[in-house]
């Protein structure tokens, strides 16, 4: 019996969760493999309920189980809160708790999704496989912050223990891809990102075979859409890699397409799509619930050795494209137009017939 924590939170949230539900209850084979299920509130919705992001029980029962799948937290309704009254506080204390230091996020292109990808035919070629290798817990997102009178500050901070575990998940998994890895930073002025250089310089001796370069991250941003094909394996911080996921996403098509894997020192893992609560789509139906579903097939592989199930959901995923089904946000002349609904009751029927 594996426990799964499923936490829908704000806006799409509860959409996408429900069809990753859908998913997981079409892989569950009585006695062989289960799944239990417990619903935990975080974001908006427990700041409405409880006045906080996270409640403490919320976090014990993430804590108690063996994987957790996350829809998304925020919306404009709760814009105006106090910083560390936000639902985002919520996603933050669920990754430090949890422990997750290593987010990834990869921006694989499924081939009958070409044409929804803004790059040109012959940038594509043979396809796109770019792993980004994000840092989670640290950096800017966890430093210290305030206001002084008229001025407000954030800062970044990053230890030499942080940045070598970080570089060893991104090296090892790179060992298993196409043995490159980019580290990307701000050398060239963070003091931070100096650091950063130095100890992924250091962490890559212990690995000769893999290749290594630096780049700065303005560059970054453009080279994966010059030439997504330099990349194999991209490590960075919190912040850099949680803007180039969301503009790697798009060279495969979509937001609504990219699912994460979040990881620590145990198998129990943190699974999430990349992109956010989608206010301005939210209840309307309209929500790719692929990101989620392939969330899920990464749970699979990573937190219960079910490797064979994953590979199912990604293949079902791929025929439901193959036959031509789309949600708007990768909708194409030709396609059938779906619901978040109907996508998710189409990838259970495809995982039927596999
Ligand atoms: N992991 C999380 O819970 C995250 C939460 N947020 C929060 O979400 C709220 C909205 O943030 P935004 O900046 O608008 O980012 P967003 O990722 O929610 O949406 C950006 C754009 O992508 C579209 N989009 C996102 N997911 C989609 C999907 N599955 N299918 C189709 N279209 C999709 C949205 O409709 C919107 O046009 C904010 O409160 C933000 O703080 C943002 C990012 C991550
Ligand atoms: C609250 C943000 C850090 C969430 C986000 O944008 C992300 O993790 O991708
Ligand atoms: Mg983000």
């Given at each position: 019996m594996?426990?799964?924590?499923?936490?829908?939170?704000?806006g799409i949230?509860?959409?996408?969760?429900?069809?990753?539900?859908?998913?997981?209850?079409?892989?569950?084979?009585?006695?062989?493999?289960?799944?239990?299920?417990?619903?935990?509130?975080?974001?908006?919705?427990a700041i409405d309920k409880t006045g906080h992001p996270l409640p403490k029980e919320s976090l014990d029962i993430c804590l108690a189980s063996d994987a957790v799948l996350l829809g998304a937290v925020g919306g404009p309704k709760w814009d105006n809160l106090p910083g560390d009254i936000r639902p985002e506080q919520a996603l933050l204390g669920l990754r430090k708790g949890l422990g997750v230091f290593a987010n990834l996020r990869p921006a694989v292109l499924f081939p009958q999704l070409k044409k929804a990808s803004p790059l040109k035919e012959e940038i594509i070629g043979e396809g796109i496989d770019v792993l980004v290798v994000r840092e989670l817990i640290g950096g800017i997102y966890f430093g210290q912050r305030g206001r002084d009178g008229d001025r407000a500050y954030d800062t970044e901070c990053y230890s030499v223990p942080e940045v070598e575990r970080i570089a060893r998940v991104a090296f090892d998994t790179a060992r298993k891809r196409r043995r490159k890895v980019t580290s990307v930073d701000k050398a060239n002025i963070l003091e931070s990102s100096r650091l950063w250089r130095e100890t992924i310089t250091h962490v890559a001796e212990q690995y000769p075979d893999v290749e290594l370069n630096h780049m700065y991250v303005d560059n970054c941003a453009m080279q994966l859409i010059r030439n997504p094909h330099q990349f194999d394996v991209i490590v960075t911080s919190n912040m850099f890699g949680d803007i180039l996921s969301d503009e790697?996403?798009?060279?495969?098509?979509?937001?609504?397409?990219?699912?994460?894997?979040?990881?620590g020192d145990t198998k129990r893992g943190f699974y999430e799509p990349?992109?956010?609560?989608a206010p301005d789509i939210a209840g309307q139906d309209k929500a790719n619930p692929l990101a989620t579903i392939l969330s899920?097939?990464?749970?699979?592989?990573?937190?219960?050795?079910?490797?064979h199930q994953a590979d199912m959901i990604e293949r079902a995923v791929a025929q439901v494209l193959e036959d031509g089904y789309r949600?708007?946000?990768?909708?194409?002349?030709?396609?059938?137009?779906?619901g978040t609904d109907k996508m998710g009751d189409l990838v259970v029927e495809y995982l039927n017939r596999i």
């Amino acid at each position: 019996m594996f426990k799964i924590a499923l936490v829908p939170g704000d806006g799409i949230g509860p959409d996408i969760i429900k069809q990753a539900v859908k998913v997981l209850k079409a892989i569950e084979r009585p006695g062989e493999i289960e799944f239990e299920f417990t619903e935990v509130l975080a974001g908006g919705t427990a700041i409405d309920k409880t006045g906080h992001p996270l409640p403490k029980e919320s976090l014990d029962i993430c804590l108690a189980s063996d994987a957790v799948l996350l829809g998304a937290v925020g919306g404009p309704k709760w814009d105006n809160l106090p910083g560390d009254i936000r639902p985002e506080q919520a996603l933050l204390g669920l990754r430090k708790g949890l422990g997750v230091f290593a987010n990834l996020r990869p921006a694989v292109l499924f081939p009958q999704l070409k044409k929804a990808s803004p790059l040109k035919e012959e940038i594509i070629g043979e396809g796109i496989d770019v792993l980004v290798v994000r840092e989670l817990i640290g950096g800017i997102y966890f430093g210290q912050r305030g206001r002084d009178g008229d001025r407000a500050y954030d800062t970044e901070c990053y230890s030499v223990p942080e940045v070598e575990r970080i570089a060893r998940v991104a090296f090892d998994t790179a060992r298993k891809r196409r043995r490159k890895v980019t580290s990307v930073d701000k050398a060239n002025i963070l003091e931070s990102s100096r650091l950063w250089r130095e100890t992924i310089t250091h962490v890559a001796e212990q690995y000769p075979d893999v290749e290594l370069n630096h780049m700065y991250v303005d560059n970054c941003a453009m080279q994966l859409i010059r030439n997504p094909h330099q990349f194999d394996v991209i490590v960075t911080s919190n912040m850099f890699g949680d803007i180039l996921s969301d503009e790697a996403s798009m060279l495969v098509g979509s937001l609504g397409m990219l699912p994460s894997a979040s990881l620590g020192d145990t198998k129990r893992g943190f699974y999430e799509p990349i992109h956010g609560s989608a206010p301005d789509i939210a209840g309307q139906d309209k929500a790719n619930p692929l990101a989620t579903i392939l969330s899920v097939a990464m749970m699979l592989r990573y937190s219960f050795d079910l490797t064979h199930q994953a590979d199912m959901i990604e293949r079902a995923v791929a025929q439901v494209l193959e036959d031509g089904y789309r949600t708007a946000d990768i909708m194409e002349n030709d396609m059938k137009l779906v619901g978040t609904d109907k996508m998710g009751d189409l990838v259970v029927e495809y995982l039927n017939r596999i």
